[in-house]
């Protein structure tokens, strides 16, 4: 039997927020490493917006479901470390607990 390990809250996200939020975020990820990259091993050639069009079509449906895979465990260590560290303090520079940010 699986069991669902996610802590219970009260801002648990719908898998169709996290396929929302997975998408559009990594394929903003994608296109800027994917430019970056086809950039610096190609130069700026003739080809260079076919060669990273091709780069972007790969790798952002890899990115996507890793991201939406991935997304259910990074908000659990970010809240780990974020109440390890302790308070955060606002603006005003008083203290206010993770939960309030």
Do not use: C, H
């Not at 994917?34 to 060669?51: E, I, K, S, Y």
Request: hydrophobic content about 50%; glycine content about 4%; proline content about 8%.
């Amino acid at each position: 039997m699986i069991r669902n390990l996610d802590p219970p809250t009260e801002n648990r996200m719908s898998a169709k927020e996290r396929f929302i939020l997975a998408s559009t975020m990594s394929s903003m990820m994608v296109a800027v490493v994917t430019l970056a990259a086809t950039w610096l091993n190609l130069g700026l050639r003739p080809d260079f917006v076919l060669q990273w069009a091709k780069a972007y079509v790969i790798a952002w449906p890899i990115a996507a479901l890793t991201g939406f895979m991935v997304l259910p465990m990074s908000r659990r260590l970010t809240t780990r470390i974020v109440t390890l560290i302790g308070p955060l303090p606002d603006a005003a520079g008083s203290k206010r607990s993770p939960k309030q940010a």
